[in-house]
């Protein structure tokens, strides 16, 4: 479609011997005094003005945006293109393979359905640490990847070839997010559109939270659902209002001793407290220069952990640099230097921005970090780690378990512990004699004798680490604490120090290139003398393909409920998603990665623990084992070069000869396999016709779980293991899969079969309306009540539901704050529609699940402010209804809406009737648009035909 260009923006921007077609933004008025980040959008809006869904009215808004005015005036952001990862991209591909065949059944044509912006896949997600510690591990686990992934790479294979503008990076190549930033962000986006060769920002989604990695590139771009990223592909903008916008003022350098990610992690921490849900974050003043781009890229990915949308950094020189040094050519780069200064998109740090909040950070100050047990926010200071975990190991123990030990708590470590008998026990693996150490005067503690395979014995006690990772696209991508991990590995090795028997340690690089660099430094060798070998091109652990543990460690956890620990590079740590033994996870720099898998327990101090004895038997600190900045300087300088980047992306899309050789369908409709577990046409256009059925209030309605705050995406959708006796689990098990090949939830997201029995299967979930059929106990698993029955008993949610669909009956969920929080993740509201849930109630939501529940068709609402089901009286075991929905087939969406709920058979006697006003979070009129359709998915198809 041709742009209006009402402001007469339209130019030629001349790089060389090139011509650009530019639209210049200093043609709106008020574009100076914008923040970087918007004037990326007024670009935006001047380039795709049409009059009908971007008009003038909304430039116009955006040049005289009030930084200090509360968001209330929509645009629509037109990304330049789409990224994705294949748990996320696979039901993308399902979705439109879907399209196909149901504009085909409406009378259109399948052809129509076809990437419109390009849209780029990396397979990360998939491979498991089944194999580590071992030189075959790499290998071993990509065989396994192949034979457990193999009619899901076929299909991605046919996408491959059927969808025009669509682009796969096969498997054991790299982690999306830093495949993005090291090869397919461009900066600058150069397309040839009408016959006219164009320049403009990069800006993209992806289906993955951590797009936002790519705005320390100074890209815009931010994770959303994969049914937003589906409309992307198909030309939908996406609907957003004009944000508020936070500047992020960094002075002063990082000290010695100090890392990207405890920067990180301190960012983290002051942003998860200040609130910045929905808003841009932008990065400015004198300490940007002094943020090298892989610090800068760090902090972007960590930008759904604090909960904004993006995190920015403008375009400057340590921009250009990475551009070069990651192997773009100096075309790419001249044109992102010319444009950036031509559009008034140049980082200039003396200027000061206005923006609508105010924050500052002086490097100097950050410390040492760590975080945990169970949210990325949680940090805790390394110095007083120790002490944190004696107090959060009492939320995971049980107290008539636990063991009070005169102020003492075994860890399975060199020292002195009064009042335990000193025991010293002989582990496998020649790691050296293994004994306890005090702690936390109020620890519990339950220590358990573990023998090995091999006849050895150690002592494993609550908060042991049990796995070590290096991990991450966080992490993985930035070589300075890729080489301080293995200069660390280095020290310690020289110093005969071993992991601890009960440690699994995997290293999952983000691209081939850090395999490059630690070969040319010979760092592999060190991390491999520690246990830390190469297990995975992918997100491994940080995604929870953790793979199972230690064969007795497990057993011994299982057996004994120990609450035993994670340690890991990536960017979260929600319950039940690293490992279904592991109950405490926490995040760290790769260095402490290491230095936690020496130590071998959280109830460690760096301080005043040793990590072991050298050859002369005298006790070895971490600050004996800790690199200098210059020793890491100079590995990054002598091992690190333009030339490595440009090797290992030369074939980045052709794939190793597994990829090439697996037999692929063709054709521009996929033939579906009936027998599939993995790959199954979606239902969601069954039934579906050209008209609109009207929107209706919801009465009758049952409650299907009553939830306390921050349920993430990983409770309502878990991604990791399919646990045995699950419906899931059943239903694999009905289809002829063995229990090993059960595979994980992401893996599956193909079959929406596995997914709706998936969803709320999280074995961490906290049902409350479960307390009461269980003496008030919390029960922790996939589990509500079935009020189709007589006593309303415990029950599998996908069992319940299935009864309550038969009934007619129609859904509800009460939740809390920051409700749908952690990864974009689209079968959390997939499931949750399919299920027969048709509003979702709660006191606050996260960005991207309460669109995506617009998307499928669920009305997201609020209660009254100050207010929550809890305080309002409600128990979950009443029957409700919601007026006022209807308004919406007239054009308008309601502010408020009203819900009754009235007391069931099963609720305690004299429970009264509630009522209250619920706030509808219906934002935008185009996701009132979808909602009337159905959902997003309905509303494409419909316009396409």
């Known amino acids: 479609m041709s742009t209006v260009n009402s402001f007469g923006a339209k130019s030629t921007l001349t790089v060389g011997s090139t011509d650009y077609e530019i639209f210049r933004i200093d043609a709106v008025d008020g574009f100076e005094k914008l923040p970087f980040s918007l004037k990326v959008l007024l670009e935006n809006l001047l380039r795709t003005e049409d009059g009908a869904n971007i008009t003038k009215e909304q430039i116009s808004a955006l040049g005289s945006w009030d930084p200090s005015a509360q968001p209330n005036t929509e645009i629509q952001f037109t990304p330049a293109r789409v990224v994705m990862q294949d748990f996320t991209g696979v039901p993308c591909i399902v979705d439109l ?254 200027r000061e921005l206005v923006f609508s909040e105010y924050m500052e950070l002086d490097l100097a100050t950050v410390v040492p970090s760590i975080a945990g047990p169970k949210r990325p926010q949680d940090r805790i200071l390394l110095s007083e780690a120790k002490a944190q975990f004696g107090k959060d190991i009492l939320n995971y123990v049980e107290a008539d378990e636990a063991q009070e030990v005169d102020g003492t708590f075994p860890a399975s470590d060199p020292g002195n512990t009064p009042g335990v008998e000193r025991e010293v026990v002989e582990p496998h693996h020649e790691h050296g004699p293994s004994v306890l150490v005090s702690g936390d005067a109020h620890a519990a503690s339950n220590p358990v004798k573990v023998t090995t395979p091999e006849g050895q014995e150690y002592l494993l006690d609550n908060g042991a680490v049990t796995l070590a990772a290096i991990t991450s696209c966080t992490n993985t991508s930035n070589p300075s604490v890729m080489i301080a991990a293995g200069l660390l590995a280095r020290k310690a090795a020289e110093k005969g120090l071993k992991r601890k028997p009960w440690v699994k340690t995997t290293l999952g690089p983000g691209s081939k290139v850090v395999t490059d660099y630690y070969e040319k430094s010979g760092l592999d060798k060190d991390l491999e003398a520690l246990g830390f070998y190469t297990v995975g091109y992918g997100c491994t652990i940080c995604i929870g393909n953790s793979g199972p543990l230690i064969e007795e460690v497990s057993a011994a956890i299982n057996e004994h409920d120990l609450a035993v620990t994670a340690v890991l590079s990536g960017n979260r740590n929600f319950e039940g998603r690293i490992s279904p033994d592991v109950k405490m996870n926490y995040l760290a720099s790769p260095p402490l990665v290491v230095a936690y898998a020496l130590a071998g327990s959280m109830n460690f101090d760096f301080e005043t623990d040793a990590l072991g004895k050298d050859a002369d038997g005298n006790d070895v600190f971490l600050k004996d084992v800790w690199p200098a900045p210059e020793e890491v300087q100079e590995i990054i300088d002598s091992s690190i070069s333009r030339e490595q980047f440009i090797t290992q992306y030369a074939t980045v899309f052709e794939g190793d000869e597994r990829w090439k050789t697996l037999p692929t369908p063709t054709g521009p409709i996929f033939e579906w396999d009936e027998k599939s577990t993995y790959v199954r046409k979606a239902p969601y256009f069954d039934g579906m016709s050209m008209e609109l059925t009207p929107v209706t209030d919801i009465t009758g309605a049952r409650v299907m779980a009553t939830l306390g705050d921050s349920v993430t995406t990983d409770h309502i959708s878990p991604a990791g293991n399919i646990k045995a006796g699950t419906p899931a689990a059943q239903y694999l098990t009905e289809n002829g899969v063995a229990q090993r090949d059960f595979n994980s939830y992401g893996s599956r997201r193909g079959n929406h079969e596995v997914m709706i029995r998936g969803t709320f299967a999280n074995i961490r979930l906290k049902n409350l309306l479960v307390s009461a059929v269980n003496d008030g106990a919390v029960v922790e698993g996939g589990y509500t009540r079935d009020f189709t029955q007589p006593e309303g008993p415990q029950s599998f949610i996908y069992d319940a539901c299935q009864n309550y669909q038969a009934q007619g009956t129609p859904l509800v969920i009460f939740g809390g704050k920051e409700y749908g929080s952690g990864s974009s993740r689209d079968w959390a509201a997939k499931g949750t529609s399919l299920l027969g849930v048709k509003a979702v109630i709660t006191e606050s939501f996260e960005r991207i699940h309460r669109s995506n529940l617009i998307g499928m068709g669920v009305v997201p609402l609020q209660f009254p402010a100050g207010e929550s089901w809890a305080s309002l009286g409600l128990d979950g075991t009443e029957i409700v209804s919601i007026e006022g929905l209807e308004q919406l087939n007239e054009g308008v969406t309601p502010k408020t809406v009203k819900v009754t709920a009235t007391p069931s058979e099963h609720s305690p006697e004299g429970k009264q009737v509630v009522e209250f006003d619920a706030v509808v979070r219906i934002d935008t009129p185009g996701e009132a648009d979808y909602y009337r359709n159905g959902g997003i998915l309905q509303y494409v198809l419909r316009s396409l035909v």
């Open 97 to 350: 393979a879907t399209m196909r065949e149901a504009v085909t059944a409406l009378g259109g044509d399948p052809d129509k359905i076809n990437p419109l912006s390009p849209a780029e896949m990396v397979i990360d997600h998939s491979v498991i640490a089944d194999l580590f510690g071992s030189e075959n591990a790499l290998e071993r686990n990509v065989e396994i990847e192949y034979e457990r992934n193999g009619e899901r790479y076929q299909f991605l294979r046919w996408g491959q070839t059927a969808f025009q503008d669509f682009k796969v990076v096969p498997p054991g190549t790299g982690i999306v997010h830093q495949v993005n930033i090291e090869h397919l962000a461009k900066v600058i986006y150069d397309r040839t559109v009408d016959g006219v060769l164009r320049a403009y920002p990069d800006t993209c989604v992806g289906t993955d939270s951590h797009t936002t990695m790519v705005n320390g590139l100074g890209v815009l771009g931010w994770g959303v659902g994969g049914i937003e990223a589906e409309a992307a592909m198909l030309g939908q903008p996406v609907s957003m209002l004009i944000p508020r916008v936070v500047g992020f003022k960094l002075t002063g350098e990082i000290p010695a001793g100090v890392t990207a990610t405890d920067v990180v992690l301190t960012i983290t921490d002051m942003l998860r407290q200040h609130g910045v849900v929905g808003k841009f974050v932008e990065f400015y003043g004198e300490g940007v220069a002094s943020v090298p781009l892989a610090n800068r890229a760090t902090i972007g990915n960590m930008s759904p952990e604090f909960g904004s949308t993006a995190a920015m950094f403008p375009i400057d020189d340590v921009t250009l640099d990475y551009l070069r040094l990651t192997g773009r050519d100096e075309q790419t780069v001249s044109l992102v230097e010319a444009y950036a200064k031509e559009q008034h998109l140049w980082h200039d740090p003396s």
